[in-house]
């Protein structure tokens, strides 16, 4: 960005470059992650995800509501409570199919990770 060829002043060069605030915040965020990450991996996680991990239930709220809102991508206050309640509304008329072919989600599900079978070669 230094280096750019072109008559171009200190406040434009600046301005080519993403703010502190943000530098800081990225720093903040990849630290935070990789002690997360450090912890899982020593507490006995074989693997993670990063792309479920950092994903929390409000950022996955604001998700839906943006994307409820069309071409908006900053809603403000009523747009947002317009379609929480849109959305509360839709839960509540939905009645699950009575022929179909899925079943609704239980609670007690176990996972099994022994290793499957090997195939014989052909």
Known sequence: MYSRPGPYNKGQRKMMLISDQT??????????????????????AKAICG????????????????????C?????????????????????????SKRGNTAAEKDDISIDDSPLPKRSKK
């Open 51 to 70: 792309r479920t991990v950092c994903q929390d239930r409000l950022e996955q709220a604001f998700s839906i509501f943006r994307l409820r809102g069309g």
């Open 23 to 44: 530098v800081s915040g990225i720093q903040v965020t990849v630290l935070s992650f990789i002690g997360f990450v450090k912890f899982l991996l020593h507490s006995g």
């Open 72 to 96: 908006s991508n900053n809603p403000d206050l009523a747009t947002v409570l317009q379609s929480r309640i849109s959305m509360h509304v839709q839960r509540q008329i939905a009645r699950p």
